[in-house]
């Protein structure tokens, strides 16, 4: 007995396929283009060193760059970084980095910004050196009253 899937299961799959090569193309061009701007062995070196033992040094922020996945590509294609407002440890008195970033170059009046903002985010709380990850609020005097307030609803990143 043959059974046949409602149009809307079809549907419903084939969107799910479509969505599928999408983001296996986007990471494709991602890694494509991180792998155009970095030098592979200090890549190496930066994400093997210890951030604790960074705190204070010029290697810091390019190690917390060698630490972002496909959001660098949007950063280092775009003109834009980041940079450390402040630092401290986690209130649990951890050996782990409680970070407030800022956003630097033509990252400040791109649409994009809540999507850049959640992901430096995700990729550096996924590192195990690094308890949380805020954003500076002056941050938000960057952008028009528009932009600030798409960032507020839709972001999902804690200003402060």
């Not at 084939?14 to 986007?26: H, I, N, Q, R, S």
């Not at 800022?102 to 430096?120: H, N």
């Amino acid at each position: 007995m043959v059974v046949h899937k409602p149009d809307s299961m079809v549907e419903d799959e084939l969107v799910a396929a479509y969505a599928a090569e999408a983001k296996a193309a986007m990471s494709a061009e991602a890694a494509k283009r991180i792998a155009e701007t970095v030098d592979p062995e200090e890549e190496k070196r930066l994400r093997s060193t210890s951030l604790l033992t960074l705190i204070n040094t010029e290697d810091m922020v390019p190690a917390l760059l060698s630490r972002l996945g496909e959001v660098r590509a949007a950063l280092d294609g775009h003109g834009g970084g980041i940079a450390i407002s402040a630092l401290g440890w986690a209130e649990d008195g951890s050996e782990a980095l409680d970070l407030v970033l800022d956003l630097t170059g033509a990252c400040l009046s791109c649409g994009a910004a809540p999507g850049t903002l959640e992901g430096v985010k995700n990729d550096l709380e996924g590192d195990s050196e690094i308890v949380r990850v805020q954003f500076d609020k002056a941050l938000l005097d960057k952008f028009d009253e528009l932009g600030r307030e798409f960032i507020l609803v839709h972001g999902k990143v804690q200003f402060v």
